[in-house]
């Protein structure tokens, strides 16, 4: 197999991985990108847009747009910050703590089916492969921003 094979393997993972987790999550409600505002925010209560988007790697205009359709819909709120009132620290709602656990289960589910059969040698190996590719893309970043 050579690196054009598995990068399209790598690719047809993700898309079915993140077409499944779509399809289920538009059916509580959930648009794409929001699981992971709703992860962050569980674990970190009175987070900014700011250091949600920090944490994703994105604009904080994106997170804005997520986070307004979020609180639309019920699932976040906004506080005024007690330290400074111009800043609005964002908490999960009780619905939102609920969509959090649903989103976090299934993503488990997804994670022990994709890996059913897979024994622990096999899962060390991917991990250091993974691990490695990783390792190898930053540092391809960092020298073609250096070049």
């Known amino acids: 197999m050579n690196v054009d094979e598995i990068n399209e393997l790598f690719r047809t993972y993700h898309n079915n991985h993140r077409n499944m987790m779509d399809k289920k999550f538009r059916e509580t409600g959930l648009y794409f990108g929001q699981p992971p505002i709703l992860k962050y925010l569980s674990m970190h209560d009175n987070a900014t847009q700011q250091e949600i988007a920090d944490f994703l790697g994105v604009t904080k205009s994106t997170v804005a747009v997520s986070v307004k359709r979020m609180e639309e819909t019920g699932l976040i709120m906004r506080v005024v910050d007690k330290d400074d009132a111009r800043r609005n620290n964002l908490q999960l709602t009780q619905k939102g703590k609920e969509l959090q656990a649903y989103a976090d289960n299934y993503f488990r589910k997804a994670d022990l089916a994709t890996f059913d059969g897979f024994n622990e040698q096999e899962l060390i190996i991917l991990g250091r492969f993974l691990k490695r590719m ?14």
């Not at 391809?140 to 070049?147: C, G, N, Q, R, S």
């Open 134 to 147: 990783n390792e190898n893309i930053v540092n391809f970043a960092k020298e073609e921003k250096d070049a």
